[in-house]
């Protein structure tokens, strides 16, 4: 139970108990901050279209660290891409591959890794001398560095169990109006079986075409990822997915050409491996860089984190 509830409850019970009308009064208090911080995050301007950082900035920074997502924040993205997956001890480890090898100093399984291990890695100097000392981040303290008014493209790699928990703390921490969780059928479930308030986007026949797009609509799913060949036939995607208000992101570009192409046919987010560029582009299509905003005070330099999140 967060510490917040906790601490609603004694005070509820205190009150009802008679122990004082001043326990009442910080009850009410406390209530009426958490209702705004709520209210705050859930009225939320959010970007109609814009550029998607894979990974977060991957072409200049070590991916899916706290960096990467810095600098693409730094850059104005419209939304944020990033990797969760299990450790051995179930912890929220942001990380694309399954193993460590290529973007750590270590070696072997992710899930078959303890957290304390994983993060005790350098997962920043394969990349650049300048990164060294990088350390493997968790899902919590991504969340708590991301701004209210981007989107969060949330990519897990697993099933049911990784949903469940990943959308319990996406719900915990107020992020249902911008975190989509980009997952299989499985996982969607897991998601749902917590809330409905999460968001989803389909990951299940990702090549699949036109099932793909039926498959979306009829998962009640709020987006999709296309990826693939660009044809005439996306646009009638487009048009099928639009009126279920269904949001359409496109893996994967860094081409200014089929930018065009993208946003011409009303795909709403391409994700690029290269956001500095990309942002550079953003004018031409009517898009504006994000300036970040904070429901509450930003939480830097990042503290060190101690739970299994």
């Not at 296309?226 to 099928?240: A, D, H, R, W």
């Not at 639009?242 to 011409?264: A, E, R, S, W």
Request: proline share 5%; hydrophobic share 40%.
């Amino acid at each position: 139970m967060p510490l917040q509830s906790s601490i609603i409850n004694r005070i509820s019970i205190n009150a009802v108990s008679g122990k004082g009308i001043s326990a009442l009064i910080i009850l009410l208090l406390l209530m009426s901050v958490t209702l705004l911080q709520n209210s705050m995050a859930q009225n939320v301007e959010m970007p109609s279209k814009g550029f998607c950082a894979h990974r977060g900035a991957m072409t200049s920074h070590p991916e899916n660290t706290i960096p990467a997502f810095e600098q693409s924040i730094a850059s104005g993205a419209q939304m944020i891409e990033f990797d969760v997956q299990f450790s051995r001890d179930s912890a929220l480890i942001i990380m694309h591959d399954g193993t460590l090898d290529r973007t750590t100093n270590g070696s072997g399984e992710v899930a078959l890794m303890d957290s304390k291990e994983i993060r005790s890695l350098d997962a920043g100097s394969w990349k650049d001398e300048a990164f060294a000392g990088t350390k493997v981040p968790v899902l919590r303290e991504v969340l708590e560095m991301m701004p209210d008014n981007i989107w969060l493209n949330v990519h897990l790699k697993g099933g049911y169990a990784l949903g469940k928990k990943v959308a319990a703390l996406i719900l915990e921490m107020d992020k249902t109006h911008q975190a989509v969780m980009a997952v299989m059928e499985d996982a969607a479930k897991g998601a749902r079986s917590v809330s409905d308030q999460i968001l989803i986007c389909n990951m299940e026949r990702q090549s699949g075409g036109l099932d793909y797009v039926e498959g979306t609509i009829a998962m009640k799913a709020d987006f999709i990822q296309l990826k693939g060949p660009i044809t005439p036939e996306f646009q009638n995607y487009t048009k099928s997915l639009h009126k279920k208000g269904i949001g359409i992101n496109y893996f994967g570009t860094d081409d200014p050409v089929i930018f065009k192409q993208l946003f011409d046919f009303g795909i709403e987010f391409p994700l690029v491996n290269d956001i500095v560029t990309a942002m550079q582009y953003a004018d031409d299509f009517g898009i504006k860089p994000v300036v970040p905003s904070y429901s509450t005070p930003k939480k830097h330099p990042i503290k060190k984190i101690v739970d299994k999140y």
